[in-house]
C-alpha cells in the first residue's frame, strides 16, 4: 500500500532569504536525504523571471545537512536543485511541506510535548525490522533509542520528556520475527514477545512494563503523565487497557469481542479514541476467532471509536465498512483525524481524513494516490505530522512528512 510521486503548483513565493534569486511554488521544499545522489527529474514548478512566467523541470540533488543543501540551492540557480513539490492539489489544510526521512520504512512519528522533536519507528540502517529513533522536527538529529534486537513499534513521549516508551520483542528473540503467511489474505500479525518498555530520551535506564503472554503493544501516555494506554491479548481476546507510568494497576477498558487498539487519548485526558472491529454474523466471529488462535487479525473493516478514559461511553464514529485506523484528536478536542481507504474501491489507498467526534462533518484532507497515514497534531494545532508514500524513489518505501496545519 506504499507507491507514488505527486505533482502540484502553488502560489510563487520569494525564496530570497535562501539566496536563490529564482521564484518558486508556495508548496516547493528544500530537502536531502544523506544519500548525495542526482536521481533525475521529479517535478515542474512555475518560474517567475519579470512579467513573464516559465515552466522549469527540477531534480532531486539530495545533500546530507541542512547547510549543505543552502549551500548546493546558493550555488548556481540555473541548473537543476532540490526544490520538490510535496502539496498535492486539494489538500488545503497544508501550508508548506516538508519531507524528514528519505527511504527505506518510516511510520508512527509522534511529537514531544515541546512540539520539536518527534520519536518514530525506521527500518534504516540496514535493519531488517523496526527500530525506534528520534529526531528533530526539520529532520536531524536522527538518534536511535530503542535496543538493536528484535522487532519494536509504537513509541512515544512522556508529557514531561523525562521518559519514552515503546514495545519490543527482543526479549523473547533478538532476531527479526518472521512475516506473517499470505494464506489467510492480508493479516497482520500479533507477535507474542511483544511487551512495552519505558526508557530515557536516550534509550537508556530501560524497564520492563508488561510481562504477560501474548501480544502487548501500541502505547501511549496520557496528556498528563499520569496513565500509559495500550492494546493487549492477555485475556483472550484484543482489548483496550490502562496502567501506571510504572507498570502497575493494569486495568482492562473494553470488553466487546473483536479487536480494540491503537487507541489515543483526547487533549484533556478524559476520552480514548481508538480503532475497532467487532465481528457480528457467525462467519465474522468463526473467522476472528480462528485468525485470534494463530495471533492474526484481519484489518479490512475497522472503524473509528470513542470512549471515555475510564471504558465507559463507548460511541462509533465512522460507520463506512472501511479500513479506518491511525485516529488521532484535534487540539480543539472536537474533531478527530484518521487514516482510511473508503474512497478506493479496491482497498489499496490510504487518505487522512477529518470527521467531528459525533460523526459528522467528514472531509478529506489528502489526495495522494497512495499511502498517506499515522497524523498526529502538535499541541497547539499549527503543525500535522504523518507517514506518506508520496515522493518515494523505490516502490514501497514510507517516509515521515510535515505541514504547517492550516484550520
Known amino acids: ?31 536531502d ?5 542526482d536521481v533525475g527529474p521529479m517535478a515542474t514548478v512555475n518560474r517567475a523571471e519579470g512579467d513573464q512566467s516559465t515552466t522549469m523541470e527540477f531534480a532531486r540533488h539530495d545533500r546530507q545537512t541542512p547547510a549543505a543543501r543552502v549551500q548546493f540551492a546558493q550555488t ?9 513539490i510535496l502539496r498535492i492539489p486539494g489538500e488545503r489544510h497544508f501550508g508548506r511541506v516538508a519531507q524528514l526521512t528519505f527511504g527505506g520504512e518510516n511510520a ?27 529526531m528533530n522536527i526539520d529532520g536531524s538529529d536522527v538518534t536511535q533509542v530503542s535496543v538493536p534486537g528484535g522487532a519494536t513499534t509504537c513509541a512515544f513521549f512522556a508529557p514531561d520528556a523525562e521518559r519514552i516508551i515503546y514495545c519490543s520483542t527482543y526479549l523473547v528473540n533478538d532476531s527479526c520475527p518472521p512475516k506473517p503467511s499470505r494464506e489467510k489474505g492480508y493479516v497482520w500479525k500479533l507477535y507474542e514477545g511483544y511487551d512495552v518498555f519505558a526508557a530515557d530520551p536516550d534509550g537508556s535506564n530501560l524497564v ?37 507510568p510504572d507498570g502497575s494497576n493494569q486495568t482492562r477498558l473494553t470488553r466487546e469481542p473483536g479487536y480494540d487498539g491503537g487507541g489515543f487519548f483526547s487533549p484533556d485526558g478524559k476520552q480514548i479514541v481508538y ?13 476472528y476467532r480462528s485468525l485470534i488462535k494463530d495471533a492474526l487479525i484481519r484489518p479490512m473493516n475497522l472503524e473509528v471509536f470513542v470512549i471515555n478514559a475510564d471504558g465507559t461511553n463507548r460511541r462509533q464514529v465512522t460507520d463506512n465498512g472501511a479500513a479506518n485506523f491511525c485516529p488521532y484528536f ?46 498526529m497534531f502538535n499541541h497547539d ?17 514510507t517516509n515521515i512528512f510535515i505541514t504547517d496545519w492550516i484550520d
Open 330 to 375: 484535534h487540539p480543539n478536542g472536537e474533531q478527530i483525524i484518521f487514516a482510511s481507504n473508503m474512497d478506493d474501491p479496491q482497498g489499496r489507498n490510504f487518505e487522512l481524513y477529518l470527521i467531528n467526534v459525533d460523526g459528522t462533518g467528514l472531509e478529506r484532507i489528502t489526495y495522494n494516490e497512495t499511502f498517506d497515514g499515522f497524523p
Open 208 to 244: 520492563r512494563l508488561t510481562d504477560s503472554p501474548g501480544y502487548d503493544a501500541e502505547a501511549v501516555y496520557s496528556p498528563d503523565g499520569s496513565t500509559i494506554l495500550f492494546t493487549s491479548i492477555r485475556d483472550g481476546d484484543l482489548d483496550l487497557y490502562t496502567m501506571n
Open 108 to 134: 508512527e512519528a509522534y511529537f514531544n510535548a515541546d512540539g520539536d522533536r518527534l520519536i518514530f519507528q525506521s527500518t534504516r540502517g540496514g535493519y531488517d525490522c523496526d527500530r525506534i529513533f528520534t
Open 275 to 287: 480503532r475497532a472491529h467487532h465481528p457480528e454474523t457467525d462467519e465474522e466471529i468463526a473467522d
Open 1 to 31: 500500500m506504499k507507491h507514488g510521486l505527486l505533482i502540484g503548483i502553488g502560489i510563487v513565493v520569494s525564496l530570497s532569504v535562501l539566496g536563490i534569486a529564482a521564484r518558486l511554488a508556495e508548496n516547493a521544499y528544500l530537502f
Open 76 to 84: 548556481d540557480d540555473t541548473r537543476p536543485d532540490t526544490v520538490m
Open 33 to 37: 536525504s544523506a544519500r548525495g545522489v
Open 381 to 397: 494545532g499549527t503543525k500535522l505530522v504523518w507517514a506518506s508514500n508520496r515522493n518515494n524513489e523505490h516502490p514501497n518505501e
